[in-house]
């Protein structure tokens, strides 16, 4: 029998329609003849009683410092009493169903607070329960460490729970069900014309969310690609078909677009008289050690620059001054990407890029590009306009 692994966001679960719906779909998959294996985010958003960003004011609201362990064992309840209502209202309508914590699922983490890794998943607990015939519910976003310590893998982990029980199931699909039809060319809520994709490949979805576009997390996404497992993102609230995501999907010249806001430029712009190769390593060096990633790099003989979050700047500016690099700051930035897989050796994308830029005024800082991606620095003020502009420009042919 096959397996479906269906993965329900905060924006499903969160009101009593959402988890209504969500066990619609549910029963439907069972009723087809899946083993069902559904995965649960946390109830809402920030002011519902058992939200994540609630739980966490819980200990913000005492005045001491909070221990990353106890965070985590905290927070670990917001997916954990979903997925037992989930359970609970899956057996109140005859199904059998239970629920289980990351642990209980058997998913082993690295132990890293707050940013846990999945090192591999024991589905054995999983497997009996589905052999007799039970919908089994799992709390996302976390799982135990060989020593015994619940972690939780960060925003957007419960994407990574499915998929990576996907692949320890030689699950048939992965269903990630949220709030819009599918993946759109640019997210709706910055474009109001942006189109859904019936298929994007996983390196395209990946570097679309590595560059800001927030419907799936893209640690999900390598995990799903290293076994070639497909992922369909659907809306829990609409019939629309979704979103596969495969390798099988045609490479575009432009799939889509995605921003990033609250990064600061940073420019050095001599080396102050040092050897510029050794300059070079100093700073980024200067800069990793003390846990600054930076984004953006652009470095000559003369100078450099990059990006920074905002919040890292004034951080990133005093510890440059004192290793001899003076550097000057523009807060208030946003990247704008312009993903493809289609684009790699077509020459003229990037001067088209520019021109339009350029001349609806928009002012680009600093641009790079890899093999399927090109991005600009701009002012967040104009971040809105510039991500219309060339989606509409150049997406809404495809
Ligand atoms: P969930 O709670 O289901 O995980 P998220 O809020 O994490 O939902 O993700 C869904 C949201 O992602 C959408 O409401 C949409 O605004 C946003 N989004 C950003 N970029 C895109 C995109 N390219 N396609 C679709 N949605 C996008
Ligand atoms: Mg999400």
């Given at each position: 029998?096959?397996?479906?692994?269906?993965?329900?966001?905060?924006?499903?679960?969160?009101?009593?329609?959402?988890?209504?719906?969500?066990?619609?779909?549910?029963?439907?998959?069972?009723?087809?003849?899946?083993?069902?294996?559904?995965?649960?985010?946390?109830?809402?958003?920030?002011?519902?009683?058992?939200?994540?960003?609630?739980?966490?004011?819980?200990?913000?609201?005492?005045?001491?410092?909070?221990?990353p362990?106890?965070?985590?064992?905290?927070?670990?309840?917001?997916?954990?009493?979903?997925?037992?209502?989930?359970?609970?209202?899956?057996?109140?309508?005859?199904?059998?169903?239970?629920?289980?914590?990351?642990?209980?699922?058997?998913?082993?983490?690295d132990g890293a607070f707050g940013k846990g890794e999945?090192?591999?998943?024991?589905?054995?607990?999983?497997?009996?329960?589905?052999?007799?015939?039970?919908?089994?519910?799992?709390?996302?976003?976390?799982?135990?460490?060989?020593?015994?310590?619940?972690?939780?893998l960060g925003r957007?982990?419960?994407?990574?729970?499915?998929?990576?029980?996907?692949?320890?199931?030689?699950?048939?699909?992965?269903?990630?069900?949220?709030?819009?039809?599918?993946?759109?060319?640019?997210?709706?809520?910055?474009?109001?014309?942006?189109?859904?994709?019936?298929?994007?490949?996983?390196?395209?979805?990946c570097e679309?969310a590595h560059q800001g576009?927030?419907?799936?997390?893209p640690r999900?996404?390598e995990?799903?690609?290293?076994?070639?497992?497909?992922?369909?993102?659907?809306?829990?609230?609409?019939?629309?078909?979704?979103?596969?995501?495969?390798?099988?999907?045609?490479?575009?010249?432009?799939?889509?677009?995605?921003?990033l806001n609250g990064l600061a430029q940073v420019e050095i712009s001599d080396y102050n008289g040092k050897d510029s190769q050794l300059a070079k390593v100093e700073v980024l060096r200067v800069l990793a050690s003390n846990n600054i990633s930076i984004d953006l790099i652009n470095v000559s003989h003369k100078g450099m620059f990059f990006t920074v979050e905002e919040e890292k700047a004034d951080k990133a500016q005093t510890l440059l001054y004192e290793a001899g690099f003076p550097c000057e700051v523009t807060k208030?930035c946003a990247k704008?990407s312009?993903?493809?897989?289609?684009?790699?050796?077509?020459?003229?994308?990037?001067?088209?890029?520019?021109?339009?830029?350029?001349?609806?005024?928009?002012?680009?800082l600093q641009t790079s590009d890899s093999?399927?991606t090109?991005s600009?620095l701009?002012?967040?003020?104009?971040?809105?306009?510039?991500?219309?502009?060339?989606?509409?420009?150049?997406?809404?042919?495809?």
């Amino acid at each position: 029998m096959s397996i479906l692994v269906q993965k329900f966001g905060g924006t499903s679960v969160a009101s009593a329609e959402g988890r209504e719906r969500a066990i619609e779909r549910i029963i439907e998959a069972k009723e087809k003849g899946y083993q069902v294996v559904v995965v649960v985010s946390a109830m809402g958003r920030k002011g519902a009683p058992y939200a994540t960003d609630t739980l966490i004011s819980l200990l913000k609201d005492i005045s001491l410092e909070v221990n990353p362990r106890e965070q985590d064992l905290l927070i670990a309840c917001g997916e954990i009493i979903s997925s037992v209502i989930m359970a609970h209202n899956l057996k109140a309508l005859g199904h059998d169903a239970v629920a289980f914590t990351g642990a209980q699922a058997g998913i082993i983490t690295d132990g890293a607070f707050g940013k846990g890794e999945i090192l591999e998943i024991t589905p054995k607990g999983i497997l009996k329960e589905l052999e007799e015939n039970k919908i089994v519910v799992v709390a996302g976003f976390q799982g135990v460490s060989t020593e015994g310590q619940v972690t939780t893998l960060g925003r957007g982990g419960s994407d990574t729970t499915a998929t990576a029980l996907g692949v320890a199931l030689k699950a048939e699909c992965v269903e990630i069900f949220t709030d819009v039809d599918g993946i759109m060319t640019v997210d709706p809520r910055m474009v109001p014309e942006a189109k859904i994709l019936d298929e994007v490949t996983y390196k395209e979805i990946c570097e679309m969310a590595h560059q800001g576009a927030k419907v799936i997390h893209p640690r999900a996404v390598e995990v799903a690609m290293a076994e070639q497992v497909p992922i369909m993102i659907k809306n829990t609230f609409s019939e629309a078909r979704g979103t596969l995501i495969a390798d099988s999907a045609a490479e575009r010249v432009i799939t889509g677009l995605a921003s990033l806001n609250g990064l600061a430029q940073v420019e050095i712009s001599d080396y102050n008289g040092k050897d510029s190769q050794l300059a070079k390593v100093e700073v980024l060096r200067v800069l990793a050690s003390n846990n600054i990633s930076i984004d953006l790099i652009n470095v000559s003989h003369k100078g450099m620059f990059f990006t920074v979050e905002e919040e890292k700047a004034d951080k990133a500016q005093t510890l440059l001054y004192e290793a001899g690099f003076p550097c000057e700051v523009t807060k208030g930035c946003a990247k704008l990407s312009v993903v493809g897989a289609g684009m790699q050796g077509i020459p003229g994308v990037m001067a088209d890029l520019v021109e339009t830029l350029h001349q609806a005024g928009i002012k680009i800082l600093q641009t790079s590009d890899s093999d399927i991606t090109v991005s600009f620095l701009v002012p967040e003020t104009q971040i809105k306009e510039a991500i219309n502009l060339l989606h509409n420009k150049f997406t809404l042919k495809i």
